[in-house]
């Protein structure tokens, strides 16, 4: 209850009357009237107000995560906020579905009202794919042009600006980068796991070596495959190797945030590492959400325009599916499925480690 | 591609700048910024976007078989856009997973700016209920009031003189007891209809009379059951008993748009019924998902504001619940289901009448 | 790899041979194939493929917080858990979507057959329904009679069993009650929380009194609400009045426990309150899920069977619709949104409280 | 009720004791209990189940097709099974999240005691895809070897005798091949399709040509353009270039086929169409579903075991990658889209053709 406050009215405060104004169907406006133009406005308008969400919540991680210190607290916050941007996503996906209640053949009674329209011109899904870290040259042309080429001057402005501004990937990186534990107490985990590593790929070797069974040819083909991975695990370990990778464009993220990230996923159990897990998972989950809307969203154009082919020459739909796996961002923490080792080949956590990492409550009994 | 006409901007085309600049938090204007404010705008920003587009295409369908004479195809538009409709209702009820990622204490930080706005003053959500077909006399007062008390005198105005206009249960009625087929070419449906259910209901009695295993007990139970089962087929074959039970509230369609509704649900097979089968299905479809969406709604202020008491003594979450199955529009047709019998009992119908049903085109061969 | 195992073969662990030949439709037994009747057996089977998955978790989850001392790791799985029983939740009320493609009249080609087996004799079900703490006393007759009356002798031994064994309920509340912070530190949490709401309760009543604008009928109106909620936080504050409202059977959880529980969601943001507020939260989720499904399995049947009246007078439709609220097992928690209060409105815990209650690492700073 | 039966009781009707004995996790048999197995073994059993239920109504939609003669109740008959399909469909995929609460660390705990056991063993699912009318042509070797080669050599019989077997693909396309409407009552379909095809071409050529405002070199752009799109055109009017199309494995169905599938979706308006226009609708729904799943399911995989090399050389994650759009089977009918034109470029039907067209009943009035 509050003093002296007038009165709020539902309709006022949604600002009702401006928007349910904002549906102006074109084919009304040609004498043509096509009923389904106002689902098709209406998906749109839905999408834009959700990307002004998504914005919302990841400007605000980022605000956080771009602090010097992160508190547990803002981890925690950051969680939830990222945890709110995949049941959105969620949705632009579900509505995908009412989309499609709209024939190819209804589309077509208005779509040349509509010509040179396109949701490639949305400015605010192009800030969304910048604000989450995708690099420029990570994008591919379309129509032999850059991916702004097609909004106007001002337009252009605003998403050139978009890609200098901090991004989730740089604030997660430089956070990851921070952690602590890498070496601490006298306990270097990266030690540790370069050992459990080597144990692992030498009973492998030895297994393959040793088994009376298999033919030689097969034995070959079995060494082949435990030196790639030998070379695999090699390209995590060491830092030089590593940075070939990156410098061949095959991995992002820092030698540095890579180890936190994969200590953080081996060591999960531990309270204070419980919500950076969390974290890392959400990150993941927004970025497989985008994947799968790319993905639906190509299968829906295909659908609905089959494979007409536009201007340029190209066609939307193989545009589109060629964006799917390219514009992933977070692929990095995806593949370190590839690193984990069971937990059982992982040496315990020395007492005063351990302590340090649980709660000082737990300390003081 | 189109001649001479001024190429069309998306941002333009959507009216951008107009939606994007419609959330205008409280919090902020109180210099107390809660950053859920813009989530709880935008999804009901959202909601009012659907409702438009339900309306738009409820009304559509109001139009069309408001007409004389219904034909064929606009019974297969219709079954097209009330899936639609039951398609943007799944997204209505999903939608509240999102709103659900604000916790009940991150409400409390701006609830008490928005005082008294409430989402009861949803004009839009008024207008769908009447336009379903919801009688004024089927609705429980709010605080002693009449629905639609709580707005303002236009937005009264234009939802009482809804509540005049042609409902979707009025024209759906209507078209049922235009049905030809309930007595065709010699063939009256309802006869042989009622010669089934008698028989069917005498084997049940010769079945619980003659079983020499049942106590004498459990024997009259049974009779009392079957009897009771007789008299709820009597209520629907009977027109005065039929019309006794709509004088008490408890059916509401006539007795001849039922008589028609179950035709069509037992010959749904035929050809010609195949598309009226849809369409009933399809009405209940909506039915069931806004009866669903009144639930999961109920629960979500539930688990938001739990049982506060609020104006007038009643909590809001007591009032929703009580509003989940009364506020059904359709029920018939989902108690149309007590009144089926196996097509195995029902005779086939005769050549000539099938014939009628059937394509032309299948004559000709 | 490993070392002399035998290698395992797809079907023979997954006892495909034993699985996919468990699927005897009756209808083919008496002759009278129907086609549907293959889809009414698996998903029931489904249905009990997952029961069992559900009984494993909830279990382990019961055996974990049955020890004396939980470790916060503990916690952390258990969160994962019952999350995970939400998602199989999800998919048991998405797969009636599935049931539901069956229509009344295709039912009704087996149904006969199938008398009088029915999905009350699920004896997992109801495992599932007494581990997570429902009630004998919390049960609706079902005919007059107990709710395992209608399985063999066996199977009601195992149910009554099972009514004795620890719940998740129980386990939580004892867990609950086990929470060190309600005073600690010199900290009394509860003081500061009564302080806050008789400050909160008073201002109110002063706005009441003092507004010269309402009329004195609506003042009374409005005072006698105010009495209303300050009663309604009497009865959470005050451990007779609490008492009372238990015996009265309107609550479940002990005092203690539902100050603990009010404490973690009021100071949730606290690093050692982060998971015990995600368990909470997880609590209420598989409740609310178990509640979703009651109410869509009852529509189900709703539109399969319509209002049928069964053995003993009464109809599946209405008893099922009966259960959907008054089975909720873990309503306390859901009502405990009425009794929060602004976080402005709570003292800052004591510097030295919120550091026993951060990670022992950062006071190492 | 049903004279002399025997009681049918739950458990024995669904085999649960059978049912519930056929989870045998292996962790537990090396003494090495790992609590996430159990779900793996019913996950995959519930896969197994539905797998079943997939192949039940797809065998009785190729059964009533292979037919000389399909009955208008077959074609509703078969919509309704393969909108199952697709709702089952729906919780394959959506059954992917509840596997993802087993994180990738929590799998390698029992990873190791399945070798070399893998669902690319799972014979229903290859029967499914030969079934839905994939060529063994169409298959991407695994390992260098054929789909079938990891499988027992019984089960390598059954594979492979499937691919023998009619599939929904041949039997769907005889039957589109069979459609009476292309040239019917004196009506040329495929003239006036050419024809519509041809003027609206020729228009945009003239557009073009005559526009004073775009340069030479835009104008060469687009007239490439239009050139690509007008042997796009080409190749579905002319019987030769689309069968040199099809040579080179870019389509699949038959000319007329395809002239049938492109008539049912242009006049599906027309009551006689519709059931063939839901058909077609559904078929591409069941084939996008899988292709979805195949999606789903390769990102769960990546995200479970990341890039690890398997045998072979390969990674399983881009093997799975690699057959998600290269296993549709109904291709085609999504690439229509890219041919129709708009209603209004079409000639009305005569009224004699239409009457034909319509229902026998309708021309007795």
New interface residues.
């Given amino acids: 209850?509050?003093?002296n406050?007038a009165?709020?009215?539902?309709?006022d405060?949604?600002?009702?009357d401006?928007?349910?104004s904002?549906?102006?169907p074109?084919s009304d406006e040609h004498g043509a009237h096509a009923?389904d133009e106002?689902?098709f406005?209406?998906v749109?308008?839905?999408y834009?107000?959700?990307f002004?969400?998504i914005l919302?919540e990841m400007q605000?991680v980022v605000e956080v995560f771009g602090k010097k210190y992160v508190d547990?607290?803002d981890v925690?916050?950051a969680v939830?906020r990222l945890?709110?941007v995949t049941?959105?996503q969620?949705?632009l996906v579900?509505?995908l579905?009412?989309m499609e209640?709209m024939?190819?053949?209804d589309f077509?009674?208005f779509r040349?009202?509509?010509?040179?329209?396109?949701?490639f011109?949305?400015?605010?899904f192009r800030l969304i794919e910048n604000i989450m870290g995708m690099k420029p040259e990570q994008r591919l042309l379309y129509n032999k042009q850059a991916y702004y080429q097609n909004v106007?001057p001002d337009?252009q402005e605003i998403i050139k600006s978009s890609e200098k501004q901090a991004s989730l990937f740089q604030v997660m990186e430089r956070w990851l980068e921070r952690t602590?534990f890498l070496d601490f107490g006298g306990f270097n985990f990266w030690e540790h796991y370069r050992s459990a590593v080597n144990k692992m790929l030498k009973?492998?070797r030895d297994?393959?070596t040793g088994?009376p069974l298999t033919s030689k040819e097969e034995k070959k083909?079995?060494l082949?495959?435990l030196a790639?991975?030998e070379e695999?695990f090699a390209a995590v370990i060491d830092k030089t190797k590593h940075n070939d990778v990156v410098s061949k464009g095959k991995r992002q993220l820092s030698h540095k945030a890579l180890q936190a990230a994969l200590l953080i996923?081996?060591y999960?159990?531990?309270?204070?590492l419980?919500?950076p897990f969390r974290l890392l998972t959400a990150l993941?989950d927004v970025d497989?959400m985008f994947?799968?809307w790319r993905?639906?969203h190509a299968?829906m154009v295909?659908?609905?325009?089959?494979?007409?082919?536009?201007?340029?020459?190209s066609t939307g739909y193989n545009y589109l599916?060629a964006t799917v796996?390219k514009y992933r961002v977070f692929g990095d923490l995806?593949?370190?499925?590839?690193?984990?080792?069971?937990?059982?080949t992982l040496p315990d956590l020395p007492a005063e480690v351990r302590?340090?990492?649980?709660?000082?409550?737990?300390?003081?009994r």
């Fill in positions: 209850m509050r003093k406050d009165p709020v009215y539902y309709g405060y949604l600002k009702l401006q928007l349910l904002s549906q102006l074109k009923h106002m689902l406005i209406i749109h308008q839905v834009e107000l959700w002004k969400q919302h605000s547990e607290k925690g916050v939830l945890t709110r049941e959105i969620k949705l579900d509505q579905r009412v209640t024939t190819p053949l077509l009674e040349d009202f509509l010509f040179p329209a396109s949701g011109q949305s400015v605010q106007t337009h602590p009973s492998d297994i393959i088994n083909k079995q082949l495959e790639a991975n695999s996923q081996l999960r159990d531990e309270p204070i419980h919500l993941m497989e994947t799968m993905y639906r299968q295909h659908r609905m325009i089959g494979t007409k082919i536009g201007t340029g020459g599916k796996e995806f593949n370190l499925s590839t690193f984990l080792i069971p937990r059982s302590k340090s990492l649980g709660f000082a409550y737990a300390q003081q």
